[in-house]
């Protein structure tokens, strides 16, 4: 068979122009979708390190109420610095006068108030312990530190702070809630 001219022009495939276009739309597309999606998971982190403060700031509260002090305000001689009693009187059951335990023996009848640290989202550096609290008190501040720890504790007053620099990634407040 012969093939005519007017046959060729419509054989089955793409144009260069065709390609180049549709890899144009697809460019645009996704320099629009690109940094929406970036935005909308530094807001899941924020939103989870809200909500993860709040929680912490509950425990203290629950575990003032029933002991009388904030968590970390305990020395028994047997070592450890505010940072482990914070976490062990948080974690773990507890006495009346804030001596824990890791399961409810005899005399250990309050807590545990969260089952772990939660992480701070936004410590992700090599060095950086996400989980930790860094502690402070007396009359200072609960306040960023620049150090790698993920929280910030003031176990006299019971503030604590998201450890940053005081402002999501997005430019939103963290420390003020």
């Known amino acids: 068979m012969h093939q005519t001219r007017e046959t060729r022009r ?7 122009l065709e390609l180049v276009i549709v ?8 320099a629009i979708a690109v940094p929406r999606m970036t935005s909308a998971s530094t807001n899941a982190m924020e939103a989870r390190a809200i909500a993860d403060l709040r ?15 904030y ?23 507890s006495m009346a006068c804030g001596y824990t335990a890791p399961t409810p023996e ?10 772990t640290i939660p992480q701070n989202p936004f410590k992700v550096e090599p060095g950086d312990e996400p989980r930790a609290v860094a502690v402070v008190n007396g009359h200072a501040a609960a306040a960023s530190n620049g ?19 005081g402002h999501s ?6 420390d003020g809630l």
């Open 106 to 115: 005899s005399g250990y009848i309050f807590g545990p108030y969260i089952r």
């Open 55 to 69: 929680l912490l700031r509950e425990a203290m509260e629950l575990f003032k109420e029933e002991h009388g002090f």
């Open 71 to 93: 968590p970390g305000q305990m020395d028994d001689g047997q070592g450890g610095g505010a940072e482990e009693w914070f976490e062990r009187q948080l974690t773990q059951f």
């Open 169 to 174: 990634r997005a430019g939103a407040r963290l």
């Open 147 to 165: 150090g790698g720890e993920g929280w910030v504790v003031n176990i006299d007053t019971g503030q604590i702070v998201i450890n940053s620099d």
């Open 23 to 30: 890899v144009v739309i697809l460019g645009i597309i996704a």
């Open 10 to 16: 419509f054989a089955p495939g793409f144009s260069m």
